[in-house]
């Protein structure tokens, strides 16, 4: 039996030692091509920011077509702030391939902003500010609220980083089930049934932390 473990929309800062990790993101791609990164950079194409970005060790994929994998082949899947960036139609496709690809007993371990947690702050902290009184109205809570929901209401030009749909416990728990998995679990902040996956959990405040066995 193999012991390919997956890390899915690593991103630049959240490669895994010893796993494959893979993100769709343009700018993995771009790193393929230092001399036209370069190009783009003088030519004021590409920020300082993604200039700098380390992509080594990432490969571009995107999860939402094909996992390159035979089926029943990964023991392991990680991923941490991901699947919110992409629509949900996308994100069924996505996880209906991890299931695919993992092994008989292999375990997904997903960590995704609550959308829960996002509304009970927007609410007290709208609450507060309706007791206080008009002097202390702000669109801060609002701004935030909408901008974790779907950024692109305040920021139209932030592509691809926004987020597309967003999930609570009960929408994450039916869609998993629906696909086939079991002993959906949720965990605090770095922990779970695997030992292994829930150490690189790294967003504790606003997240859940959700497991799942094939």
């Known amino acids: 039996m193999t012991n390919i473990k997956l890390n899915i929309g690593c991103g ?11 993100d769709n993101s343009k700018a993995a791609l ?9 190009s783009l950079y003088k030519l004021g194409l590409l920020s300082r920011a993604k200039f700098d970005s ?7 994929l995107d999860a939402s077509r094909h996992l390159p994998f035979a089926t029943g082949t990964i023991s392991k899947i990680y991923s941490s702030h991901f699947l919110e960036h992409i629509s949900l139609e996308k994100g069924k496709k996505v996880l209906r391939e991890c299931y ?3 092994q008989p007993d292999g ?4 960590v995704l902003p609550d959308l829960l947690w996002h509304a009970e702050k927007y609410a007290i902290e709208t609450n507060r500010m309706l007791l206080s009184g008009r002097d202390s109205f702000t669109s801060k809570a ?3 609220f909408l901008d974790t929901v779907y950024g692109a209401y305040l920021v139209p030009a932030r592509f691809g980083l926004l987020h597309c749909y967003m999930y609570d416990l009960p929408t ?6 629906c696909i086939g998995f079991r ?12 030992d292994e996956l829930c150490q690189y959990d790294c967003r504790p405040e606003d997240s859940m932390h959700v497991e799942c066995i094939k």
């Open 142 to 144: 609002h701004d935030e």
């Open 100 to 102: 695919r690809v993992l």
């Open 30 to 38: 771009l790193h393929q091509w230092p001399l036209v990164k370069k």
């Open 12 to 22: 630049p800062s959240g490669q895994i030692q010893d796993f494959v990790n893979i």
């Open 172 to 177: 994450i728990h039916c869609l998993l089930s």
């Open 107 to 110: 375990v997904m371990r997903l």
């Open 54 to 60: 380390n992509w080594d060790g990432v490969r571009y």
């Open 183 to 194: 002993q959906i679990k949720s965990f605090k902040y770095k922990t779970g049934g695997d």
